[in-house]
């Protein structure tokens, strides 16, 4: 992302939804997960309980293998738990065949990954639009809420460009642009830093914050400590369970970090 231009980020008025902050969105309790080898298992998550709230931003940290992107990907109703409850916005997940838990992953959360995992054929605005085509929506909608997301990630002026012709951060923006088109409530980002420079990092943080202080709820996995400072909540994990669990003390904001940061040509 270049200096000169301006990150701008807000939600669209027709919000399908207006969060409310203080509100359960996600109940875990007592979450296992086993993950078998031919005869071994891997015990990846062995009993996690927590509970995150509507407006919060969460940082996932711990080391390599501790669970975190097993966990992520329960939140993310990409997998289940062996054992324990997930009440996401108070349903219970494992009461839903596949189609529901599908249609409710598409409806209430965003993904985001290290990979940015566009299509490399095609543009910003088309890879932006891809979550859309599951949702009852016409040409004309899809366009203007692609348009939205991005207008909303500071790429408004990339819309016709290919991942090719992107950098990293401008990639991992359009990214998350198609993690938000959809209008969730939830964004969950598995290490969305992990292949970036550190200005580009916290250019994403500033995103990050921006969206979180519109009422979007955010949990984030990172292993880098100073990612984490831009949380408002940190919790730790450490062989599948959850070690530390507090208050961020001295928040950073994104935007003054910048301030001091070098650009890079
Ligand atoms: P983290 O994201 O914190 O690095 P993971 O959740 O990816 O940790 O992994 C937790 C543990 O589960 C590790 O021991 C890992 O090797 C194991 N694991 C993760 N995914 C699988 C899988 N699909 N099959 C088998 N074992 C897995
Ligand atoms: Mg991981």
Do not use: W
């Not at 990409?78 to 839903?96: C, F, H």
């Amino acid at each position: 992302m270049s200096a000169q231009e301006p990150i701008s980020v807000s939600f669209p008025d027709g919000r399908e939804t207006v969060p409310r902050d203080g509100e359960t969105v996600i109940h875990v309790e007592e979450i296992h997960k086993v993950y078998s080898l031919g005869e071994t298992q891997v015990h990846a998550l062995r009993g996690v309980t927590l509970e995150i709230k509507r407006g919060e931003f969460v940082a996932i940290m711990g080391a390599s293998g501790s669970g975190k992107s097993t966990f992520m990907n329960i939140l993310g109703c990409l997998d289940k738990p062996a054992s324990g409850r997930y009440l996401l916005e108070g349903i219970d997940v494992a009461s839903l065949d596949k189609r529901q838990l599908a249609a409710i992953r598409n409806r209430k959360i965003g993904f985001v990954f290290q990979g940015f995992n566009l299509l490399a054929r095609t543009t910003a605005l088309e890879n932006t639009e891809l979550p859309t085509l599951y949702a009852r929506m016409d040409r004309a909608e899809r366009h203007r809420r692609a348009l939205e997301a991005l207008q909303m990630v500071g790429l408004a002026e990339r819309t016709g460009h290919f991942p090719s012709q992107l950098s990293g951060g401008q990639q991992q923006r359009v990214a998350i642009a198609r993690a938000l088109v959809n209008r969730p409530s939830i964004l969950l980002a598995d290490e969305p830093t992990g292949n970036l420079d550190s200005r580009t990092s916290v250019e994403l943080m500033e995103i990050f914050q921006s969206l979180n202080a519109r009422g979007l709820t955010i949990i984030l996995v990172t292993h880098e400590h100073d990612i984490a400072q831009f949380a408002k909540r940190s919790i730790v994990f450490r062989d599948g369970k959850i070690r530390r669990d507090e208050g961020v003390a001295r928040r950073a904001v994104a935007g003054e970090v910048l301030k001091t940061m070098p650009v890079i040509e």
